[in-house]
Structure formats: C-alpha cells, structure tokens
C-alpha cells in the first residue's frame, strides 16, 4: 500500500482537526468526509478545499479504496461508527472517548477480534504531547528507575458558550472520567508498563455549573497496578486568565527519579509549553520538548500497511477506556449513595 486514503465521519468535536493533521503530517491522504451538520460541513471544507462531502456514510465504508476511518462524532455514536467500519474491511481512528459504557467497549472489543482491524484511539494527551513522549523515552532508558507513582493532572476550560447541546448531556459525552480521564489511564499503563491496573476510588462532581447538572465539572480516580500506584484528577475548572486551554502536567516518580511534564505551560515563566523537569541522583534538568517528534501517526500508518501495534497496542487503548468507565461508574454510584 503506497498511499494510506482515509475519510472522516463526525466532526462534532474539534479534535477531528488534529486527527487528520497527524494523519496528514504522517503521509496520508484525506479523500473525503461525510457529516449531516451543514456548518461543521461548511468549516471542515474551509479547512481541507481538496477532500469533497460525501451525501451518505455508505459511500465511504463501501469505497475499498478508503482504508481508515477517522472520526470525532458525538461520544456516544463512536462506537457504533467504529463497528460498521471495521464490519466494513476499514481501520479506525476515534477521538477520546472511543466509547460511553461498557456495553459499547465489549461490542467494538468483539468486532475487532472477528474482523482482525485496528481500533485506534488518538489520546492526544500524550501522542500529541512531545513532552508526554519524551517522558516516555526517558522512562524507557531508565532515566528514573521504575515508576512506582504517576499523577496525572487534566484540567480544561469549559468555554460554555461554544459547547454544543450534547456536550451538557450525561448520556452523550458519557461522564468526565470517560471523556477526559482517558487521556491519563492509557498514560498511567504507559509510563508503568502494566496491561492491567484496579481503580482504588473514584469520585465525580458538578461545582461550578448547576444549572447543567448533567455535566460533571471535576473528577478523580485513584487506581493501582500492585507495584505502581495513581492519581488522577481532571476538570472543566481552567480560570479564564490562564493563556491556554488548561495547565495539564505529569508527575512520574521512579525508584531513582522524578521527571515533571508541563504539557501546555509553564507558570514559572518559560515561554511556550512542552517542559520536562528531569530530576536524578545528578541534578536537576530542564528540557525543551518543543521539537521532539511525534511518532504516532507515522506508526499508525505502518500498522496499517504491515498489521503491526507499534503506534499502541491494541490491548491498551481497550484497557484505558475500560478503566475509565469502571471509574466512571464506581464515581456515579458513590455521588448517588451521597
């Protein structure tokens, strides 16, 4: 396969942006989308003049041409999507989420096995992060020993008025630690290397915006591989005075180091984001990560062509959405008992 040709479907979310950009960055080709929304349609077509809107989804999964299917659609509709695809001979490549409830997962789970496709999910928390994959090299060359700890800290702005209806509604976006929580349970079995992890606590809550009380403003989770353990707390609580969309950091602790990732910013002062502190029996290191590559795509699209998981395994990417929704659902039990 010389050239990989893929199409987007449901662009509810603006991550389908940096979806296509690392596909595109990687060699791809985008030769078509499909969404209903006449001005999601009108915006994505501003952004991508060559890719023509397709009338029909069938058009796309009946196209053998096309290999991959990309899609930022209502959290709740992915997994559908992601099974007509696959039942269809294509690959896939979701935005976070890639699913809402465990029914989901296990159906998605079972087609993959049946059809031999790749299920992907762009966690852009870390394979759109080059401070995040450096940490990630960094460990591996056993920079800090082995990671006993990780915490993982995602806070975003709300940004309400530009938030679509479906955002606000719990049976759509399927709960914070669903939605952003992804991000830092496939992080947290990342940087410790486990396949399997048990969520010790979780908790979920609505702070700040009570007159959507379907939507869950802050989250935590607390979670253990039986060597390693975790905290993670998300939010939609970011102030409007931070210059980015939020101050998402990484703290890994090893038996022989300490590495800090500010992802986005640096309130020290540094200009930019993408900041590693390194700490080890040596010193203290800063490290600018700002152009250290980023893999994903490129071992996406080998995948593809030589059926291999270098870019994640596909046990992986199950096995954080499935910690995140046993969170999610241990969180809304402990809320309503509360």
């Known amino acids: 396969m010389d050239e990989l040709r893929f199409a987007a479907v449901g662009l509810n979310h603006n991550h389908i942006y940096g979806q296509v950009n690392c596909l595109l960055r990687a060699g791809g080709r985008l030769v078509g989308f499909h969404e209903r ?27 053998e041409r096309i290999g991959l299917v990309v899609s930022a659609a209502v959290s709740a509709e992915r997994a559908e999507l992601a099974v007509r695809a696959m039942q269809h001979g294509k690959d896939v490549l979701v935005d976070k989420p890639g699913m809402t409830s465990l ?9 993959q096995a049946e059809t031999g496709r790749i299920f992907s999910i762009l966690y852009s928390e870390h394979f759109e992060s080059p401070a995040t994959v450096k940490a990630g090299a960094l460990v591996a060359a056993g920079a800090i020993g082995e990671v006993v700890h990780l915490v993982g800290l995602g806070p975003h702005r709300l940004r309400r008025e530009t938030r679509p209806g479906w955002f606000f509604r719990r049976q759509d976006y399927g709960g914070i630690l669903t939605d952003i929580a992804s991000h830092q349970c496939e992080q947290f079995l990342f940087f410790t290397g486990a396949e399997d992890a048990t969520i010790l606590s979780a908790s979920v809550d609505n702070r700040s915006v009570p007159d959507e009380p379907e939507l869950q403003d802050t989250g935590n989770i607390q979670l253990s591989t039986g060597r390693a353990t975790g905290t993670i707390h998300v939010n939609w609580l970011t102030p409007d005075g931070m210059p980015t969309w939020g101050d998402g950091r990484l703290f890994i602790v090893g038996t022989t180091g300490t590495i800090e990732v500010r992802k986005t910013v640096d309130l020290a002062g540094r200009e930019g984001g993408n900041h590693l502190f390194l700490a080890d029996r040596r010193g203290v290191e800063h490290i600018d990560c700002s152009d250290v590559e980023l893999p994903f795509g490129r071992q ?16 992986r990417c199950f096995k954080a959405m499935e910690l995140a929704l046993q969170a999610q659902a241990i969180a809304e039990r402990n809320r309503e008992k509360n």
């Open 103 to 111: 029914e989901q997962l296990a159906s998605v789970r079972r087609v």
């Open 37 to 63: 929304d006449d001005a999601l349609a009108a915006e994505f077509s501003a952004a991508y003049p060559d890719a023509p809107r397709l009338g029909t989804l069938d058009q796309i999964l009946e196209d």
């Open 300 to 315: 996406l699209l080998a995948d593809i062509r030589d059926r291999t998981e270098t870019a994640m395994p596909q046990e």
